[in-house]
């Protein structure tokens, strides 16, 4: 079975360039995770989609962070400009919708290998 | 929010023996836990998880105790070998069964031959 699908695997470009990160989630999962990891602050959850619609960006660091999902398979993570302080690995994640018998009941997330994002 | 503490940041231990790795988590209605290993150049892949209904789980050499009353959960890793050596993340929801989890540090974990 195919994975969560990310890419580039690897982006390098100048300050103030826009970035664009793509995601395709595990096909039936209905939530995505968008993540960043840097050494200084470790795995943080940017952006959390269920059912395509945004529910939680309060980890979107500023305005420049947008995130969109037009579908059930397809996810996108823009940075406009960005700026050296930006440069980490960003994961996207996807999980299956909780059991109709637990509503409550987490779901594994299951991770892409990421984009190792670095701005000059 | 939840907070999730993680210790050790860094292990060694020989081929052969054991490895722990210990969680504290602070919200008292979390009640998913799960691990993930992180291998160089690739995404966390989760490796086991607990719920809070039960205080023990086991699959082949990887194990993960709950312990409810003290808000800590540990993973358990026995008869180590080489290709087990990555860093280890435990997880934890924020707030209950919430959706989003909230990441300990990280453990890089080292088997020596």
């Known amino acids: 079975d195919a994975g969560v699908i990310q890419s580039p695997r690897h982006e390098v470009t100048e300050m103030g360039q826009e970035v664009t990160l793509r995601c395709k989630p595990i096909s039936g999962h209905n939530s995505l995770f968008w993540y960043r990891q840097t050494m200084m602050r470790g795995l943080e959850l940017l952006i959390y989609f269920n059912n395509n619609v945004p529910i939680d960006d309060s980890g979107m660091p500023e305005d420049r962070f947008s995130a969109k999902m037009p579908n059930a398979s397809f996810s996108t993570l823009k940075i406009q400009p960005s700026e050296p302080r930006d440069s980490a690995v960003y994961f996207c994640?996807?999980?299956?919708?909780?059991?109709?018998?637990?509503?409550?009941?987490?779901?594994?997330?299951?991770f892409g290998d990421g984009t190792r994002l670095s701005i000059l | 929010g939840e907070n999730v503490e993680q210790h050790p940041s860094t292990l060694s231990v020989q081929e052969g023996d054991s490895a722990v790795i210990k969680c504290t988590y602070s919200d008292s209605a979390s009640n998913y836990f799960p691990w993930y290993k992180q291998e160089l150049g690739k995404g966390p892949q989760l490796i086991i998880d607990?719920?809070?209904?039960?205080g023990e789980k086991k699959d082949q050499r990887i194990a993960v105790t709950l312990n409810k009353t003290a808000k800590h959960f540990s993973l358990h890793i026995t008869e180590t070998q080489p290709e087990d050596s990555a860093v280890y993340f435990c997880a934890a929801p924020r707030g209950g069964s919430a959706r989003q989890l909230t990441f300990g540090s990280g453990t890089q974990l080292t088997v020596l031959p």
């Open positions: 607990i719920r809070s209904n039960v």
């Open positions: 994640a996807s999980s299956l919708p909780p059991g109709y018998v637990h509503p409550n009941r987490n779901q594994p997330q299951h």
